[in-house]
Structures are given as C-alpha cells and as structure tokens.
C-alpha cells in the first residue's frame, strides 16, 4: 500500500485527522445570553445612578455583572472543548472589560468622569471596537451591524445634548444587547437542532 | 533500514479516517451530526460506518427519542488503538519519505 501512497497523500490524511478533529472540538459556541446579561446590567447600573444618585452604581453593578459572567461561563465550559477561535473571541471581550475598568474606574474615583458626553462616547466606542472585531472574526454580520450602532451612538453622544446621548446609549444597549443577545440565543438554538448533537 | 508499517486498510479509507477522528473527539455522536461534519450523503455514511461497526471500531446504539428514531454511535477502545496506531504509522512514513 505504501508504494502507492505518495507523501503528499500521507500528508493530506495527517491534516484530514487534525481537521476533523478540530471540526469535532467545535461545538455550538453559546454566548448570546451573556449579550442580555450585560444589557440588563447596563440598564440596571444607568437606572441606579440616576435615581439613586450613587458614585457605586457603576463599579457595584459591574463587578457583579462580571462576577456572575465568570461563575456561569465557568460552569458552562466544564463540559465544553475549547476552540482557538473560541478563545480568540473571549479574550477580546475580557480585555474590553479589563480595559473599561481600568479606565472608568479611576476616572470615577478622581471624579473627573463628570461628563456623561465623554463616558458614553468612549464606552460605545470600545464597546463598537469589540463588537466589530468579534464580527470579523467570525464573519457575522448581525453582530457587524451592532458595531455600527454602537459607533453611531458614540459620535451622537459627541453632538446632542446630555439627554439626547443619554437616549443613544440607552437605545444601543437595548439593540446591541437586549436584541442582538435574544437573536443570537434563538440562532444557536436553531443551529443546535439542526446540526444534530454529539455529546463531550 | 527498519521495515516500514503497513496502513490498516479499514481505516485508510477518507471518509472512515474522518468518522474515527471525529468520533475521537465525543463521547458519543448521532448519525445527522456526522453528516453534517463530513457533508456525506445517508447512504454512503451508513455503509462506511457498518465498514467501521463490522471491524468493530464503533458502536452503534439505536433508540426512540420522543418516538423519533435516534442512531448513536461511539468509538470503541479498539478503534480508539487502531486510529493511534495508524496516526503512528503514517509519521513512520512520512518520517522515511523525508529521510529518502
């Protein structure tokens, strides 16, 4: 058999095995909770600072948000291989989150975070950063769509008034997030049904 | 020279050296997610995998979910020590082909 079997056919076999077990690897990757998740957050931070009137809402808020991101994610991957791409996506939206803190708490600390124009410009324009890159990623362009909404609302937060800002970021957390998480949860549902199941 | 290892037959073939190595990564798999990962057609994935039942590589259980027929099938521990040791043999190979 070997006589008839070039090199570049054992090759091709080789990858023929790394391919398939990489494509076997790859689950239905399951993210579109957290996208709500962090919507509600968001809502739930915006709602107590501006009711409540606390210099904790956001960090309290956030940090829980994390908190529990991390304990559902955790509990979720157990029983789920990790894929390069998978990996690839997680590690931006940590950085994101790791960059957002550092930046706004601080600012918040200082007290120099007084201007809501600047808070909503910069946060909507890193969270258009993520969410455009995800999307490249993985060549989706729902989530691309998300980007542009968030990018929108950064520039709108530079020109309207505090209120008019205050309604972008308001209506980019409800489409990024609220509506774009429950669409990506119905796709990965249909997706699952559909592709039929292998149990890890 | 060392003698150089031939390839298991059974395993050789494309679409079975796809099946196993996917089933090596799953506990277990139904048939339409194996289709969908090697875009087969039924009737070729069925007779490949009675090839892979039949050398006794795989397991086959069938069953009723909700009165739909489910078929699952799951890699064996010889199919498991096949699939290694036709990965080994194909780095002999390939090793002696650079060595040529």
Known sequence: MQEETTTQDLKDRLALIESMIAEGRRKTESWGWTFVLWGLAYYAAIAWSAWGHSAWAWPVTMIAAAILTIILVSARASHRPETTLGRAIGSIWIALGISMFLLFMPLGITGRLTDAHVFISVASAMLGMANATSAMALRWKAQFVSAVVWWAAAIAACFGTEEQAGIAFLIAIFFCQIVFGIYGMIREGRAKAQRGAAHA | ?100
């Open chain 2, 1 to 100: 020279m060392p003698d150089l290892p031939e390839l298991n037959p059974v395993i050789h073939g494309k679409l079975r050296l796809a099946l196993l190595s996917l089933l090596a990564t799953v506990e277990e798999a139904e048939f339409t997610w194996l289709r969908n990962k090697t875009g087969s057609t039924d009737g070729n994935l069925g007779a490949q995998l009675a090839k892979l039942e039949e050398a006794g590589y795989v397991q086959v259980e069938k069953k009723f979910v909700q009165r739909k027929p489910l078929t699952l099938y799951r890699m064996t521990d010889t199919g498991r020590t096949a699939l290694t040791e036709y990965v080994q043999a194909l780095k002999q190979l390939l090793g002696a082909a650079i060595d040529a």
